[in-house]
């Protein structure tokens, strides 16, 4: 990936950032830190790597995309804004009474959502149906899905990981956000999903770990998932639960909380500072 293309895809996670904030702090409700957390991830997958279309949001042939952890919807709708399939003001009317974008993403409301999830555990499952059906239909398209590393101390996940690898799925890709943290504080204190690579393994699926906010190593890892063959991949994403915004960083309290005003305008001038920094060095 050349360092044009590695900026272009930097500049728009943090645009995922500030849209995902700004839905938060309009909503005053909202999960933050699991938000900020994937931008780098869907900045790849919408900006670089999964073919869509956003006039032809219904194409049979398109990718599918499944935000298997829900409650991060607002920076799904950061990245679905951006790529166009609304407004970006719409962003702003998150949870709002009438509004299209809910608090957990919705299929049938929101352009650009190919699964309706918030659920945690179901979305997976959804996700390697999809798959299934493009072995059975003949169609080309792949299947991407983030799931929360919480979110693994449910038993569908598992039951979900089974199928795929019995049924050779390798045009699923489930990448994990695995920052250490849920709701309630660290995963190993909660309930350990850990060892999450062996588990994987274990459940037939093709491996690999990463650094889930570094571009160069994302693409390689989409890469070696494309070249794998007859088994479904997993991609372990070593994430900052809150990443790029200071305080919020490692902080189990801003899983699920809204900044309060002085908090909202300390964050976007951190991400706006980032963000000039990417334009002059255009
Ligand atoms: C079945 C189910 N149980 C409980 C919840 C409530 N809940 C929402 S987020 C969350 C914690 C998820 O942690 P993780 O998957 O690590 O999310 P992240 O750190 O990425 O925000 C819980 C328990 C839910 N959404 N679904
Ligand atoms: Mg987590």
């Known amino acids: 990936m050349d360092d044009t293309t590695k900026r272009q895809l930097q500049w728009n996670a943090e645009k995922i950032r500030l849209h995902a904030l700004e839905g938060i702090y309009g909503a005053a409700s909202g999960h933050p830190g699991g938000s900020l957390s994937i931008a780098d991830l869907l900045s790849y997958l919408y900006f670089y790597k999964m ?16 935000l298997s952890k829900g409650h991060c919807a607002p920076a799904l709708y950061g990245a679905l804004a951006l790529k166009g399939y609304f407004p970006e003001e719409a962003c702003k009317t998150l949870r709002k009474i009438d509004s299209f974008l809910q608090g957990h993403p919705d299929m049938k409301g929101t352009p650009g959502v190919d699964m309706s999830t918030g659920s945690l555990g179901q979305g997976i499952s959804a996700a390697c149906g999809m798959a299934l059906n493009a072995k059975l239909d003949g169609l080309a398209y792949r299947v991407y899905a983030i799931l929360g590393d919480g979110e693994l101390e449910e038993g569908e996940v598992w ?10 799925l390798d045009n699923f890709t489930a990448m994990v956000d695995f920052n250490g943290l849920q709701i309630d504080g660290k995963i190993t204190d909660v309930m350990s999903p850990c060892p999450i690579d062996k588990k994987f393994e274990g459940f037939g699926f093709h491996v690999i ?32 639960k809150g990443k790029g915004v200071s305080f919020m960083e490692n902080e189990a309290g801003w899983h699920g909380n809204a900044p309060s005003r002085e908090q909202y305008e300390q964050a976007v001038s951190e991400i706006q500072a980032r963000i000039k920094c990417l334009e002059v060095a255009e």
Request: a positive charge; one cysteine or more; proline letters at 7%.
């Open 51 to 66: 073919k869509v279309d956003p006039k032809n949001p219904k194409d049979p042939n398109r990718d599918r995309f499944v």
């Open 159 to 168: 039951e979900a990981a089974m199928f795929a690898a019995h049924y050779k």
């Open 209 to 240: 770990q990463i650094n889930g906010h570094d571009f160069v190593q994302i693409d390689k890892a989409f890469a070696e998932a494309e070249q794998t063959k007859g088994k479904p991949t997993v991609i372990i994403c070593h994430n900052i």
